[in-house]
């Protein structure tokens, strides 16, 4: 059962923050599966992506080793944390940007953990550690009843 499905355009307006999804788990379901992905992973404009590279060596105050070039690709990264309840469930932060996590009674994917799927209000947040251009990305969540 389809519990919920997000579309949405994160800009780098929303870089280093966290965007919230809130969605409604009914009763007796034994397992979540959280399909997630974002695209694209890497700033292809290669001018933005060198003054990205000298902005941050000078942001951070480190001497550049050879030329800004060799710090290529560029990656955004956006991954997610979910909470159940408010209670925190586990994170994905990995940099894969399509990805498939479960949770369930017996069994989570790493970084969750599994247990008693409550019925309620859980979130899944994304957490914007780096965006460079515009990203779009999707979320469904399915919940089974086994």
Known sequence: MQLFKAKGKI????????????????????????KYSYSPKILENREK??????DCFEHYDETMQGRPAD???????????VDDNGIYRGAAHRQDSE???IIGIDFASPGFTKGKINAGE???????????????????????SE
């Open 11 to 34: 800009t780098t307006a929303n870089d280093k923050t966290n965007l919230t999804h809130r969605f409604d788990v009914p009763e007796n379901i034994e397992k979540i599966v959280i």
């Open 49 to 54: 992506a060198v003054g990205i590279i000298r």
């Open 71 to 81: 710090y290529l690709p560029v990656k955004n990264l956006v991954t997610l944390s």
């Open 99 to 101: 990805q498939e996590h």
């Open 122 to 144: 859980w979130d899944i947040i994304l957490n914007v550690h780096s965006v460079s251009c515009d990203v779009d990305y999707t979320i469904e969540v399915e919940g089974v």
